[in-house]
């Protein structure tokens, strides 16, 4: 088991609850725009519960009403050096958040996004890499970045993945700013609360869903998802077999079997 709450942090909050891993941008003054501080923070509580069963799911979130704003525009300009430097400082600094979004793409947990106020660029990313994202009806979701001169580089892959090529061409190069409800109609959003007591209940009834699966279950269907479409069909299913043998086989798989016989919830969900 990690000791990933206990260890200090500059821009993130970090708690740990039966099981329930919560991560919270802490950069209210900035609308929770990250930082490189923050995005190195994140990659590494992902990296310390990579391996840690006993963290069943991973709740994203934001302070003080919004989830995310995107990259610290201001942390990635730097005075110091020559001009290649500075380019090599922003490279740096858009490749590890790209690294940032494929960890948690790729994380083993569930993972929740709490989407609030406002979601764009980095965010927005992150809202389409997480398992369940619940939003608030109030949350506004966009990608800004050809606003600004630049491009949404790292999330590109990931809205793609999520919505399709068609509508994130749309939201990218419009830099279109939409709601809640019509963020659940492209798919990027599951569901949507209209208070904040609604939006907790509503976690609290996800997390309760997903007690329901085996935690190396959960994990090795994360993973076989996240192929299709990068590997041939048949060696896709042929390997997608093999986990399923080993895992019928695994405790896991006979202590579900056992339970399923003996009409009785399995341990993991005890």
Same mark, same amino acid.
């Given at each position: 088991?990690?000791?990933?709450?206990? *260890?200090?942090?500059? &821009?993130?909050?970090?708690?740990?609850?039966?099981?329930?891993?919560?991560?919270?941008?802490?950069? !209210?003054?900035?609308? @929770?725009?990250?930082? #490189?501080?923050?995005?190195?923070?994140?990659?590494?509580?992902?990296?310390?519960?990579?391996?840690? $069963?006993?963290?069943?799911?991973? /709740?994203?979130?934001?302070?003080?009403?919004?989830?995310?704003?995107?990259?610290?525009? %201001?942390?990635?300009?730097?005075?110091?050096?020559?001009?290649?430097?500075? *380019? *090599?400082?922003?490279?740096?600094?858009?490749?590890s958040f790209g690294r940032?979004?494929?960890?948690?793409?790729?994380?083993?947990?569930?993972?929740? $996004?709490?989407?609030?106020?406002? /979601?764009?660029?980095?965010?927005?990313? #992150?809202?389409?890499?997480?398992?369940?994202?619940?939003?608030?009806?109030?949350?506004?979701?966009?990608? !800004?970045? +050809?606003?600004?001169?630049?491009?949404?580089?790292?999330?590109?892959?990931?809205?793609?993945?999520?919505?399709?090529?068609?509508?994130?061409?749309?939201?990218?190069?419009?830099g279109e700013r939409v709601?809640?409800?019509? %963020?659940?109609?492209?798919?990027?959003?599951?569901?949507?609360?209209? $208070?904040? &007591?609604?939006?907790? /209940?509503?976690?609290? &009834?996800?997390?309760?869903? /997903? *007690?329901?699966?085996?935690?190396?279950?959960?994990? @090795? $269907?994360?993973?076989?998802?996240?192929?299709?479409? +990068?590997?041939?069909?048949?060696?896709?299913?042929?390997?997608?077999?093999?986990?399923?043998?080993?895992?019928?086989?695994?405790?896991?798989?006979?202590?579900? +079997?056992?339970?399923?016989?003996?009409k009785r919830k399995p341990?993991?969900?005890?």
């Amino acid at each position: 088991m990690s000791n990933v709450s206990q *260890q200090q942090y500059r &821009e993130i909050l970090v708690s740990l609850t039966q099981g329930v891993l919560t991560i919270t941008f802490n950069r !209210p003054h900035k609308k @929770n725009a990250m930082n #490189l501080a923050l995005v190195k923070e994140v990659m590494a509580v992902f990296s310390d519960i990579a391996d840690d $069963t006993s963290v069943r799911a991973v /709740v994203i979130c934001g302070s003080e009403g919004n989830f995310c704003a995107g990259g610290d525009i %201001s942390d990635m300009h730097s005075d110091a050096g020559s001009e290649q430097d500075k *380019q *090599q400082a922003i490279w740096n600094f858009n490749r590890s958040f790209g690294r940032m979004v494929a960890r948690v793409n790729q994380a083993p947990q569930v993972v929740i $996004t709490l989407l609030e106020g406002a /979601v764009l660029g980095g965010g927005f990313g #992150l809202a389409c890499v997480s398992d369940i994202a619940i939003a608030h009806q109030s949350a506004v979701f966009a990608m !800004p970045e +050809t606003g600004l001169g630049v491009v949404p580089a790292q999330i590109a892959p990931f809205v793609v993945t999520r919505i399709g090529l068609t509508q994130a061409r749309r939201l990218a190069l419009l830099g279109e700013r939409v709601g809640a409800v019509q %963020s659940q109609a492209l798919g990027i959003v599951h569901f949507v609360c209209e $208070t904040q &007591e609604a939006l907790q /209940v509503q976690l609290n &009834e996800v997390l309760k869903q /997903v *007690q329901r699966g085996a935690p190396k279950a959960n994990a @090795n $269907t994360k993973a076989l998802m996240l192929k299709v479409g +990068t590997v041939e069909l048949e060696t896709l299913l042929d390997e997608a077999a093999d986990v399923f043998t080993q895992a019928l086989s695994s405790d896991e798989g006979k202590e579900g +079997t056992q339970a399923f016989m003996q009409k009785r919830k399995p341990s993991w969900c005890e």
